[in-house]
């Protein structure tokens, strides 16, 4: 039947399951205190850390990050869709699943979702089509066999060919008006300054993109002539975010039913000839950096990620890059690695060389991430020296205060002490110091002047290019502030969240009571994403008062914020044991107290911004490179109170 699952039924049917039952029929569970544990059944562990709580209705795996209600442990474990999940755990407790109709907005956004993905579907299957009947297809087919690909790997991948010619899939699937439109809404048309509208992808390979369901939505093609670029993808759509998927995540997990590690690497020649030679584990970024969204979605499915890169000064700074995005999400229990290749190979030179055994031993001996952080911010550093090393702890400690509190990043921090032969103490008052230091004190107005802090001049940026200016509130801010670092007041909320908000969100899926009587109306003027995640969840609570952690897990499921709350829920441990009405209140009176000077900052600054650069004057430029530095102070500052 057609139509939406309404929320009121998803909650009773949360209500009414039992997730202890729900799991222990699909997994062995053992009871452990107040919890049940087993041996987390979405990646390979010996020992149990897979944690199930009957009060609060969700699971979490200290292992690997997985977690949420009852309903997403069936989609996950048994790969159902929403849907079919909902029906099959429904029976089970004797209900029927009802459907209603759908706002007529998100009912047309739908309904276009759907359109798009069906016409992606029929694009690939055509550009597969002529990979096996098209009159040129020996030079595609030559050039695969070339790189020592078989017909069976094409296959499983869905390689096509993309003739030459400049309008082929347009004429095979453009029949009319409306197709043609969600054909360029999909990205599969381009349209030149004199509206001439072409195939994007011509004498090509094509490689199609699916998500984690199998969907298809995007391509990338890899040129068969001299045109440039070598390598082109689709463009950012509706159904594509190109910062959000990795090429051949699909089939790792067809392959894999227990992931022990994800291989990330830099093309998609690379994963193919890798799952040919049966590492079935590789996976590609789409021309973008590997972000955070990326790593929460790999360990979400398993402990280990490995980067892989040339070993040149490029593939350096992309590790590098990779590193920065690595280090907020780097809970416990999960590690992240570095493989650096010869120059002038590629995973796909190195592993028809050495074979599969060759490589999978290269893979063994990845960097592990505590040995390339400190590798990297020693380079050039003579740690002889005594001004090397605190030269060395410096550059090591803003990184190492971005790891999520626990064992590993108290580890890291005793590891630096070794490095430099600091005491734990000292690194922690050096790091204080430093962090004061580069905070420049506001000096009063001179006279004749407008109200702002002095910032140092920074170069001017060229016309049309506005420097960045870190977001306020992200979710991927600094962790916590080291223990011993300065404080101009106790925290209002407990240690190891990335901002305030956090700390709020975290004590609510703890007990959601606590927000049953809040007014979430001064939340609303904030710009943050985690502070407007926080007022959802307040009225959320306010609205349906009787929910728990698993019902509050069900309405962000399947979205990033559903993987953030799932995560903040399993940090247990930083939770305090008494007081959270309390602490929850300071915490959200804290909050409030920033979010004016926060929003006017961030008003000033994108109304800057979003200026003609060309008709801003010399005042408004140093404007906005003083406005900018003020944030970047204040971030700085809230970042040491643990905010």
């Known amino acids: 039947m057609a139509g939406r699952i309404p929320q009121a039924f998803l909650d009773e049917l949360l209500d009414r399951l039992d997730i202890v039952e729900v799991i222990d029929r699909r997994?062995?569970?053992?009871?452990?205190?107040?919890?049940?544990?087993?041996?987390?059944?979405?990646?390979?562990?010996?020992?149990?850390?897979?944690?199930?709580?009957?009060?609060?209705?969700?699971?979490?795996?200290?292992?690997?990050?997985?977690?949420?209600?009852?309903?997403?442990?069936?989609?996950?474990?048994?790969?159902?869709?929403?849907?079919?999940?909902?029906?099959?755990?429904?029976?089970?407790?004797?209900?029927?699943?009802?459907?209603?109709?759908?706002?007529?907005?998100?009912?047309?956004?739908?309904?276009?979702?759907?359109?798009?993905?069906?016409?992606?579907?029929?694009?690939?299957?055509?550009?597969?089509?002529?990979l096996r009947q098209h009159p040129q297809k020996n030079r595609p087919v030559d050039y695969l066999k070339g790189r020592g690909l078989t017909g069976e790997i094409a296959r499983q991948f869905d390689l096509g060919f993309a003739p030459p010619g400049w309008d082929n899939l347009l004429q095979a699937l453009g029949k009319d008006e409306a197709t043609r439109k969600l054909l360029a809404d999909a990205g599969m048309l381009v349209e030149n300054d004199?509206?001439?509208?072409?195939?994007?992808?011509?004498?090509?390979?094509?490689?199609?993109?699916?998500?984690?369901r199998g969907r298809v939505i995007a391509f990338g093609g890899r040129v068969l002539g001299d045109d440039k670029p070598k390598y082109l993808n689709s463009p950012e759509t509706a159904v594509f975010h190109k910062g959000r998927e990795l090429y051949g995540f699909y089939q790792v997990l067809q392959a894999n039913r227990n992931l022990q590690r994800i291989?990330?690497?830099?093309?998609?020649?690379?994963?193919?000839?890798?799952?040919?030679?049966?590492?079935?584990?590789?996976?590609?970024?789409?021309?973008?950096a590997t972000s955070t969204a990326h790593l929460e979605r790999i360990f979400r499915r398993c402990p280990e990620v490995i980067f892989c890169f040339d070993g040149d000064t490029a593939g350096r700074r992309a590790a590098s890059r990779a590193m920065e995005a690595a280090l907020p999400v780097l809970e416990d229990g999960r590690q992240a690695r570095f493989l650096f290749l010869p120059e002038g190979e590629d995973p796909d030179s190195m592993?028809?060389?050495?074979?599969?055994?060759?490589?999978?031993?290269?893979?063994?001996?990845?960097l592990p991430m505590e040995e390339f952080l400190f590798e990297t911010v020693a380079e050039g550093i003579d740690t002889r020296s005594l001004d090397g090393r605190a030269r060395m702890a410096r550059l090591a400690l803003p990184h190492?205060?971005?790891?999520?509190?626990?064992?590993?990043?108290?580890?890291?921090?005793?590891?630096?002490?070794?490095?430099?032969?600091l005491e734990l103490d000292s690194l922690l008052r050096l790091e204080a110091a430093a962090a004061e230091a580069a905070t420049p004190p506001e000096?009063?107005?001179?006279?004749?002047?407008?109200?702002?802090?002095?910032?140092?001049?920074?170069?001017?940026?060229?016309p049309g290019d506005w420097p960045d200016a870190p977001s306020s509130g992200s979710a991927s801010a600094s962790a916590s502030a080291a223990p011993g670092a300065r404080r101009d007041a106790q925290p209002v909320m407990p240690s190891g969240y990335a901002?305030?908000?956090?700390?709020a969100i975290a004590l609510i899926l703890h007990k959601p009571s606590v927000a049953r009587d809040v007014d979430p109306a001064p939340l609303a003027e904030s710009p943050a994403p985690?502070?407007?995640?926080?007022?959802?969840?307040?009225?959320?609570?306010?609205?349906?008062?009787?929910?728990?952690?698993?019902?509050?897990?069900?309405?962000?499921?399947?979205?990033?914020?559903?993987?953030?709350?799932?995560r903040l829920a399993g940090q247990e441990r930083l939770i305090p044991t008494e007081g959270i009405d309390r602490q929850f209140r300071d915490t959200l009176d804290a909050l409030c107290r920033r979010l004016p000077q926060q929003t006017q900052l961030a008003a000033q600054v994108d109304k800057l911004k979003h200026t003609n650069y060309a008709e801003v004057s010399e005042l408004e430029k140093q404007r906005l490179r003083e406005l900018l530095q003020e944030k970047r102070r204040r971030d700085a500052e809230r970042e040491r109170r643990d905010i």
């Open 27 to 130: 997994v062995k569970l053992k009871k452990s205190g107040k919890n049940y544990t087993a041996r987390c059944p979405f990646h390979e562990e010996k020992t149990p850390s897979f944690s199930v709580n009957p009060d609060k209705q969700f699971y979490y795996c200290f292992g690997c990050g997985a977690g949420g209600n009852a309903l997403g442990f069936v989609m996950d474990y048994e790969n159902l869709e929403f849907p079919r999940a909902v029906e099959a755990l429904a029976s089970s407790v004797g209900l029927e699943v009802p459907r209603e109709s759908t706002a007529p907005g998100q009912a047309r956004r739908e309904e276009e979702h759907r359109s798009l993905y069906k016409l992606l579907e029929e694009a690939a299957s055509f550009y597969k089509q002529q």
């Open 400 to 421: 190492v205060r971005r790891l999520p509190d626990g064992v590993f990043r108290e580890l890291m921090l005793q590891e630096l002490a070794r490095r430099t032969g």
């Open 499 to 503: 901002n305030i908000a956090q700390g």
């Open 194 to 212: 004199q509206g001439r509208v072409y195939d994007r992808f011509r004498d090509r390979i094509v490689f199609p993109i699916r998500d984690q």
């Open 263 to 288: 291989l990330v690497v830099e093309g998609y020649m690379d994963v193919i000839a890798l799952f040919q030679h049966g590492i079935t584990f590789a996976t590609a970024t789409l021309g973008t």
């Open 530 to 566: 985690d502070a407007r995640l926080l007022r959802e969840l307040i009225e959320l609570v306010r609205l349906r008062p009787e929910s728990n952690t698993g019902m509050l897990l069900g309405h962000w499921y399947g979205r990033p914020e559903g993987d953030l709350l799932a």
């Open 351 to 366: 592993v028809r060389s050495a074979g599969a055994e060759g490589f999978q031993a290269l893979l063994d001996s990845a």
């Open 443 to 462: 000096p009063a107005p001179a006279a004749g002047t407008h109200d702002y802090p002095d910032a140092p001049t920074e170069p001017e940026a060229p």
